[in-house]
């Protein structure tokens, strides 16, 4: 899906790219970026406005007018292909808006999409968590595990607390989706709350995870590195929170 | 919420998603974090999980799983656990659509038969 524009006040309620009717067909204008897989997936789901308020169109890898304009090199997700993605003057057909005239509920597709990405971040917190309970319970200074050291315990402790209250809350988060249409009027901030705390504490964590395996911390042969990357990540993704 | 307790369906959705990301995630994790892809086969295998297209009606080559943004939730956090990427990579648009629960219209009649056959 092609949601994030490059702008420095992207802002997911108001996308740049635009969809315009033309009888049978939108033409499509704008840029995207981080589009995950978008030099092999067969079709793109691209965000735009419309004059109607945010569309989600689903588009041809050869679509005319739509071209990948770079692959990008960030410092996380590495694994993951990101690009980015033009459109200029692209053209679908007009059934290829989902939800046909009426479209989609895009607020609660960006809400889900939070509360997933507030998921992923429980769990890479957790890895980071616990990797560094095993390595300060080896990692022996001064005759003793430094997971006994009042320092790194606290870090340990306040890691744990930290990821039960993120899940905790990504579950509620969910749990008020599956409510459908009961609690449509809690989704939207329940979900960013969620996500904005789960981003947070995330790289918070991670952080520790750097500051507990010390020069390890930094190094390719522990994972701990990459998670740090990674956690970095969250909180640029589909709207910027507290970068 | 009644429970924060998971019922046999979810607890067996989390444990399998556990073990695949312990066993097909965290092992290829750095090769693909510096090597900046993932590999084919790797979607392929989840693929044939169903990861991606489980809520997706059989009729259209899923599963037909009952939308449940609670089960995603448990699914999601387990594949990051493995990697963040790759758990993205298998899923990204799930995350988004398929893993987006009730309200999105995204398998009515008319895009599903043109889309996911």
């Known amino acids: 899906m092609a949601i994030m524009e490059h702008s420095i006040s992207y802002d997911p309620f108001n996308s740049q790219t635009k969809a315009v009717l ?4 939108y033409v499509i204008n704008g840029e995207k970026c981080l589009v995950p ?23 041809e890898k050869n ?29 679908v057909p007009a059934e290829n808006c989902l939800g046909g005239e009426k479209g989609i509920d895009y607020t609660r597709l960006l809400c889900l999409s939070r509360i997933g990405l507030s998921a992923t971040m429980v769990g890479v917190a957790q890895a ?45 988060a969910a749990w008020t989706a599956d409510q459908g249409e009961a609690m449509k009027d809690d989704l939207l901030r329940i979900s960013y709350l969620t996500k904005t705390y789960a981003a947070e504490q995330v790289f918070k964590i991670a952080d ?36 | 919420m009644s429970t924060f307790s998971l019922d046999e369906d979810q607890r067996q959705i989390k444990e399998s998603m556990e073990s695949f990301a312990a066993d097909e995630l965290r092992p290829i994790s750095r090769d693909c974090d510096e090597e900046f892809r993932v590999p084919p086969e790797f979607l392929e295998k989840t693929w044939g999980l169903g990861l991606t297209a489980n809520i997706i009606p059989e009729e259209y080559g899923g599963y037909g799983f009952n939308r449940s943004c609670l089960n995603n939730v448990i699914m999601a956090e387990a594949l990051a656990y493995g990697d963040l990427s790759l758990s993205r990579g298998n899923g990204a648009e799930s995350f988004r659509v398929a893993h987006s629960g009730n309200g999105n219209r995204c398998s009515e009649e008319e895009i599903s038969s043109n889309f996911l056959r």
């Not at chain 1, 897989?37 to 588009?59: C, N, P, Q, R």
């Open chain 1, 22 to 25: 033309n009888k049978d067909h």
């Open chain 1, 128 to 172: 980071v968590l616990d990797y560094s309970i095993k390595y300060t319970k080896e990692r022996i200074a001064f005759g003793q595990p430094i997971a006994t050291r009042q320092s790194i315990a606290f870090m340990l402790a306040d890691a744990a607390i930290e990821i039960e209250g993120i899940r905790s809350l990504t579950w509620k």
């Open chain 1, 63 to 91: 679509a005319a007018g739509m071209s990948l304009v770079e692959k990008e090199k960030n410092m996380g997700l590495n694994a993951l292909p990101l690009y980015r993605v033009a459109f200029k003057d692209c053209k």
């Open chain 1, 37 to 59: 897989l978008a030099d092999t997936a067969e079709y793109i789901l691209v965000i735009a406005s419309t004059d109607k308020g945010t569309g989600a169109f689903i588009v």
């Open chain 1, 208 to 243: 520790y995870g750097v500051s507990m395996l010390g020069g390890h911390g930094l190094i390719r042969e522990h994972n701990i590195e990459l998670w740090f990357r990674n956690a970095r990540a969250f909180s640029m993704l589909e709207g910027l929170i507290m970068a």
